[in-house]
């Protein structure tokens, strides 16, 4: 058996206001997920929490993403979440503000023949 790519799915998320790095990743994430649907897995029969889920998320500080609470989103499988350079802050000096952009990229791999 080898692990096979059934899904990439990307998506987008922000937080407005307060700089919450985790906040935007977790947005990002649900955006990515929202956007696609799993039916392979039972159409194969496949047991969920086999399903390998691997998550990159991109923001301007990496280190501020709290991955476990990232992790926690992913509604089943074997989870892998990193966090990388990317994504975009837009501060608002005027309010002394900034706001922040996330950018995800879900891979999906099932083990099959």
Known sequence: MALKRMLLEIGMGNDLHGG???KAAIRAIQ???HHSSMSMVRSLGV???QVHV???VGVQKPDA???GKVKETLP???VTVKAVPGGLDVPDREADDIAVIAT???VVRIDLP
């Open 20 to 22: 919450d790095y985790t």
């Open 65 to 67: 993403v709290d991955i």
């Open 31 to 33: 955006d990515a997920v």
């Open 76 to 78: 089943f499988g074997v």
């Open 47 to 49: 047991d969920r929490d």
């Open 54 to 56: 691997d998550v990159t």
């Open 104 to 106: 995800a990229a879900i």
